[in-house]
């Protein structure tokens, strides 16, 4: 009788550690998702505490979504002013959203920053470009009161990196 009570004992001991002692025994990893960030929230506290990659998902997400005036022209203009890293499409579609007469500072950063971008072989600079570069240059040549005007050095500058010859013939 001592032995059949020893033998059901160590069994229901067995039967017990390998019934809970595994998942005693295996640590568990708890993930709890951090919900993306939205254009919301970008829009509410700024785009100071987002990384330039959740700045980029927004853009993408606004662009896709069709969503450009109420998200992703504010969220680009506070990146283009905050000097943050965007993409090259945004960058061109900047371009070609924001117009002269109505963000001025806005449309001047934009080209730049797209220009800049292709002259650093982030892009190529194709036919489109090209046409670009000389409607900008020569917008600036035409609006500036000085040779001092820090858009059109900037300009001059890329003029002279992306297209020499472009350059020769706008400026010499």
């Not at 002692?21 to 951090?34: D, L």
């Not at 061109?92 to 117009?99: D, I, P, Q, S, T």
């Not at 009161?145 to 010499?172: E, G, H, T, V, W």
Request: with cysteine; proline share 3%; hydrophobic share 40%.
């Amino acid at each position: 009788m001592k032995i059949f009570k020893n033998t059901v004992c160590l069994i229901s001991a067995v039967f017990f550690l390998l019934t809970f002692a595994p998942g005693c025994a295996t640590q568990q990893n708890t993930f709890t998702e951090i919900p993306a960030a939205t254009c919301s929230d970008v829009l509410a506290s700024g785009i100071g505490p987002f990384s330039d990659s959740e700045l980029a998902g927004i853009l993408d997400d606004a662009l896709y979504s069709d969503n450009i005036e109420e998200c992703w022209k504010p969220v680009m203009k506070a990146c283009l002013e905050d000097r943050r890293d965007i993409p090259l499409k945004h960058l061109k579609k900047g371009v070609k959203v924001f117009n002269q007469q109505k963000y001025k500072n806005v449309f001047h950063t934009a080209v730049y920053r797209y220009l800049s971008a292709v002259a650093k072989g982030e892009g190529e600079y194709r036919q489109e470009e090209k046409d670009l570069l000389e409607v900008y240059c020569s917008y600036l040549i035409n609006s500036s009161i000085s040779k001092d005007n820090d858009n059109l050095r900037q300009a001059m500058l890329l003029c002279k990196n992306l297209d020499p010859a472009l350059y020769s013939r706008i400026f010499r």
